[in-house]
C-alpha cells in the first residue's frame, strides 16, 4: 500500500491535547498538527478512541526505516551515493528519473549530487501520492474514515480470529472503551494499531519526499501524484472475508511472538542498510523474506496490492514520459524490484531503465 512504508512518531504533548497515548502518523511532528486534529474529530464523531494508531498514507510501501536522528549526513551517505535512482531511456534517448524512496523522515541527509541534479534538469516531479497537498489529505482523511465504516472488524472476522485478537489486546491492556474503538476499525487499520509494540521507533527530521517537494517547488517546478488516494485504497474493497481473517491472523500471531520487535526492527535496519547501498534487488529479497516468514501476508501484496499498482505506475509513467520533458518521479521503493515490479514493467514496454 500504498505505502505500508512506515512513518513511527511519538507525539510527546500533542498525545495530551487529542487524548491518544500514542499516535504514530505518516507525516512528521512538523507538519502533523492540523491533519492530527482533523483525524481526531472525524474518529471522535464515530466513538473511535484508541490506543496506539499507525496510519500507512502510503499504504505498504514495504520500505521501513530507523533511524536515531543524530546520524550525520557523513554516515548517511556511503560510499555508493546512488541509491536507488536509475534514468529511463528509449531508444538512447533520455526520457525521465526514477526515485525509490522510503517513506520517512531520514534526519540530516543530503541528496546524492545526482539526485540533485537530476531534479533540477527535470520539468516536474511525481511523488507516489502528494500528501503535502491539503485536498489530498482531506481525501485521505475520508478515505480512512469510509474504511471503518463500511468494512468494520465487527462486520468481517469469525469469532475464532476475534477471540484470537482479543487476547492480543488484552495483553495489551486496552481499556473497554479502546477495545470498543479497535472494533469499530476497518482491519488494516487495526492492525495497524496492534502491531505497536513490534515496531515503536522514533524518526526524526522532514519526509524524504518533503526535501524533494521543496527543492522542485523552489526550481519552479510543478509538484503532482502518481496516483490518487483511490488508487491507493481501491483493493478495501476487494478482500473477501476469509481473506480479512487471514490477513488478522497473521498479525496477532506476529505480535504474540515475543521475538516481533526484534525481527521487525532487524528488517528496518536492513532497509536503511538497502538503500543507502542502492541495492533495490536484496531489498525486494528480504521484503519478501520478512513478508513470508515473520508476518505472512505476501499474498495479499501480491494479489491486491503491489502487483496492480505496479502495472498502473508503469503506465502513467510511459504516459508522462512521452507526453513531458525529463520529469522525476520518486516511489516507494519496494515497486522497484522484483519481476512484476515497475522497472520490469518498463522494460516489458520498452524502456531501459538504468542505475546512475
Known amino acids: ?50 490506543k496506539y494508531l499507525w496510519i500507512y498514507l502510503f499504504v505498504f510501501s514495504l520500505s521501513f526505516f530507523a533511524s536515531d536522528g543524530n546520524a550525520s549526513t557523513n554516515n548517511l551517505v556511503t560510499a555508493n551515493k546512488t541509491w536507488w535512482f536509475y534514468k529511463i531511456t528509449k531508444n538512447n534517448h533520455a526520457k ?14 543530503v541528496y546524492p549530487d545526482v539526485v540533485v541534479n537530476s531534479l533540477e534538469k527535470s520539468s516536474k516531479l ?19 474514515l469510509k474504511m471503518s465504516i463500511n468494512h468494520s472488524i465487527d462486520t468481517l472476522l469469525t469469532s475464532k480470529t476475534k477471540s484470537d485478537l482479543d487476547s492480543v489486546i ?10 470498543k474503538s479497535i472494533y469499530a476499525l476497518n482491519p488494516f487499520l487495526a492492525m495497524i494499531d496492534v502491531m505497536g509494540p513490534c515496531a515503536l521507533v ?9 526535501k524533494l517537494h521543496d527543492q522542485a517547488k523552489k526550481l519552479g517546478h510543478q509538484v503532482a501524484a502518481l496516483e490518487s488516494v483511490e488508487d491507493n485504497y481501491s483493493w ?46 536484496q531489498m525486494y529479497e528480504n521484503m519478501l523474506k520478512f513478508f513470508t516468514n515473520d508476518l505472512p501476508i505476501a499474498w495479499f501484496f501480491e494479489k491486491y496490492d503491489l502487483t496492480p499498482r505496479n502495472k498502473k505506475m508503469a503506465l502513467k509513467i510511459m504516459q508522462s514520459v512521452e507526453s513531458e520533458k525529463m520529469p522525476f518521479f520518486a516511489i516507494g521503493a519496494g515497486h ?12 516489458k514496454l520498452g524502456y531501459s531503465v538504468t542505475q546512475e
Not at 171 to 179: G, I, M, P, V
Request: glycine content about 4%; aromatic content about 12%; overall charge negative.
Open 336 to 347: 522497484l524490484a522484483g519481476q512484476k515490479g515497475v522497472i520490469y514493467e518498463l522494460q
Open 236 to 281: 478495501v474493497n476487494k478482500l473477501s472475508k476469509e481473506e480479512w481473517n487471514e490477513y488478522v491472523e497473521a498479525h496477532v500471531r506476529f505480535v504474540k511472538d515475543k521475538d516481533c520487535n526484534r525481527k521487525f526492527n532487524s528488517y528496518i535496519l536492513q532497509m536503511r542498510k538497502n538503500m543507502l547501498q542502492g541495492d533495490a534487488d
Open 170 to 179: 488484552t495483553a495489551q491492556n486496552y481499556s473497554r472503551e479502546d477495545k
Open 202 to 210: 522514533s524518526f526524526d527530521g522532514d519526509p524524504i519526499e518533503k
Open 1 to 50: 500500500m500504498t505505502p505500508v512504508s512506515i512513518y513511527l512518531f511519538n507525539l510527546g504533548n500533542v498525545e495530551r491535547l487529542i487524548s491518544i497515548k500514542w499516535l504514530q502518523l505518516a507525516l512528521c511532528k512538523k507538519y502533523i498538527f492540523e491533519f492530527v486534529l482533523s483525524l481526531q474529530k472525524l474518529l471522535t464523531i464515530h466513538q473511535m478512541k484508541i
Open 96 to 109: 525521465g528519473y526514477l526515485l525509490g524512496v522510503i517513506h520517512t523522515p531520514l534526519g540530516d541527509l
Open 126 to 144: 511525481y511523488l507516489e501520492l502528494n500528501i503535502f497537498d491539503e485536498k489530498t489529505k482531506a481525501e485521505l482523511q475520508e478515505e480512512f
